[in-house]
């Protein structure tokens, strides 16, 4: 069966691209780029310390390249449901918290950046992720601007990344993680300036990696997560990681909705065990 994903859940350069819904990899750098700068060896030590991010965090379309344009489309116009089917407490209940979704450019063309968890953690470990985590009190307001100060905190204690060179341009409704009760708002970021980034804690992370739009959307890298208690969602075998659960569901309808999803095999299974 072809399955097209339906209604289910570095160096600084400029880009000068066309926008609408051609494949993110058609995108044409205007300036030579000389490779994102990332290491997953080396630990890095943030150089911004807490509180960063204290100031006003706005949102901001401008100067963003071509090829982003049918993602911050979707950004205004996709609802809480096509998204998935873990939504919010209707109750309030729940932990806030915000993941950033950094797109970067890469030698292969537009990227996503991804972390690894570390194997010895209670929670998702050993999984690709987002970089975030929960809001903190000094984040603030969680139903205004809070969300994209705590995406920002956690990418910068996570990967090591200044958060000066990313431009935040959206955010998608927020969803539900059941396991964990967390409150998760998606946060759209451009990595304007890319900064070295690496393992800051490896009690938290084992890795820091980037991954090309191209490869998430090649039919071959991509497949079903079967987990033994019976659930099913998209996964991505991509950087020698098993890309699944929350983090892929993201992928998976942004590549929809910003119209770059192609064609793949949903009958081509990945089984995971008990302790994924």
């Known amino acids: 069966m072809t399955h097209s994903s339906g209604t289910h859940a570095s160096g600084t350069r400029t880009t000068s691209t066309q926008a609408g819904n051609a494949q993110p990899n058609d995108a044409q750098p205007s300036s030579t780029y000389t490779g994102t ?10 150089t911004h310390p807490r509180g960063t991010h204290a100031g006003p965090v ?7 390249p071509g090829w982003l344009n049918p993602v ?6 996709v609802q809480p449901p096509q998204l998935s089917s873990f939504l919010p407490p209707e109750n309030g209940t729940g932990r806030q918290s915000a993941v950033l979704i950094l797109f970067g450019e890469g030698e292969q063309g537009p990227e ?11 929670s998702h470990a050993g999984q690709p992720a987002f970089p975030g985590g929960a809001l903190d009190p ?6 205004a601007d809070g969300p994209l100060r705590a995406a920002l905190r956690e990418a910068e204690e996570e ?8 431009q935040l341009f959206g955010v998608l409704p927020k969803l539900y993680i059941p396991v964990s009760s ?14 070295p980034v690496g393992v800051v804690d490896p009690n938290e992370t084992a890795r820091v990696f980037t991954v090309p739009v191209v490869d998430l959307t090649d039919p071959d890298n991509r497949a079903t997560a079967i987990h033994p208690s019976g659930h099913r969602g998209p ?12 983090t892929a569901g993201i992928i998976d309808r942004l590549l929809h909705y910003a119209g770059w999803e192609r064609p793949w095999d949903g009958d081509k299974q990945v089984p995971l065990d008990w302790r994924s």
Do not use: C, I, Q, Y
Request: proline letters at 5%.
């Open 37 to 46: 700068t990332h290491t997953n060896t080396a630990h890095l030590k943030s």
């Open 58 to 64: 706005t949102l901001s379309k401008e100067g963003l």
């Open 72 to 77: 911050v489309h979707a950004a205004e116009t």
């Open 112 to 122: 996503l950046l991804l972390m690894e968890r570390a194997s010895s953690l209670r």
């Open 138 to 143: 000094e984040d603030g307001d969680p139903t």
């Open 159 to 166: 990967t090591g990344l200044d958060p000066a060179g990313v």
């Open 182 to 195: 967390f409150v998760v708002t998606p946060v759209l970021g451009w990595w304007r300036e890319p900064s």
């Open 235 to 246: 996964a991505f075998l991509v950087e020698s990681a098993l890309v699944w659960g929350f």
